[in-house]
T-cell receptor
Framework: QKEVEQNSGPLSVPEGAIASLNCTYSDRVSQSFFWYRQYSGKSPELIMSIYSNGDKEDGRFTAQLNKASQYVSLLIRDSQPSDSATYLCAVENAGGTSYGKLTFGQGTILTVHP | KAGVTQTPRYLIKTRGQQVTLSCSPISGHRSVSWYQQTPGQGLQFLFEYFSETQRNKGNFPGRFSGRQFSNSRSEMNVSTLELGDSALYLC??????????????FGPGTRLTVL
């Protein structure tokens, strides 16, 4: 089982719709969760971080975390063509041996069509 | 505030050569993590440095090494290059504080091609 798994995609949504991206993780000691957006040929850009159960909203983005189910998701409301990118879920574990290490999912390609 | 910078942006090397990549973190950040990104393996952690000390290392061969300087700038070195080392090498900086939540911010990356 992979440590971090994302819905395989690609995901295609019409402009203005809600895009839902999902991620599960296997290690229960995981404590920090991040969503990065990566445009083709560019480096990952941090768009959301979440550390406690529940929802966290930032503009059109909402991250949801459920530690009991080991599940984290990202909702993008009013999707725009400029949101078309690969979305990466990343997890950081607790403990000294995990310093500075993010474990990434394989990414979900999102396409928003006009 | 300036972001993370990486040099060079592109490199072409031949098998057997060695390469050194450089990363300057965001001002005030003392942790630098390095990652390798390939289409097949995705983003994989190489190592992390904090205050000139390697605190964590990923599952890569000893040909991959790094160091950090007193100004928090970091370098990584790959010796005896192999074709499979062709990848985008990314560094990310964070505050790196123990017992705290640390967001990592990525630089633009160095695209290494090994011929």
């Amino acid at each position: 089982q992979k440590e971090v798994e994302q819905n395989s995609g690609p995901l295609s949504v019409p402009e203005g719709a809600i895009a839902s991206l999902n991620c599960t993780y296997s290690d229960r000691v995981s404590q920090s969760f991040f969503w990065y957006r990566q445009y083709s040929g560019k480096s990952p850009e941090l768009i959301m971080s979440i550390y406690s159960n529940g929802d966290k909203e930032d503009g059109r983005f909402t991250a949801q975390l459920n530690k009991a189910s080991q599940y984290v998701s990202l909702l993008i409301r009013d999707s725009q063509p400029s949101d078309s990118a690969t979305y990466l879920c990343a997890v950081e574990n607790a403990g000294g041996t995990s310093y500075g290490k993010l474990t990434f999912g394989q990414g979900t390609i999102l396409t928003v069509h006009p | 505030k300036a972001g993370v910078t990486q040099t060079p942006r592109y490199l072409i090397k031949t098998r057997g050569q060695q390469v050194t990549l450089s990363c300057s973190p965001i001002s005030g950040h003392r942790s630098v993590s390095w990652y390798q990104q390939t289409p097949g393996q995705g983003l994989q952690f190489l190592f992390e440095y904090f205050s000139e000390t390697q605190r964590n290392k990923g599952n890569f061969p000893g040909r991959f090494s790094g160091r950090q300087f007193s100004n928090s700038r970091s370098e990584m070195n790959v010796s005896t290059l192999e074709l499979g080392d062709s990848a985008l090498y990314l560094c990310a900086s964070s505050r790196g504080l123990a017992g705290s939540y640390n967001e990592q911010f990525f630089g633009p990356g160095t695209r290494l091609t090994v011929l």
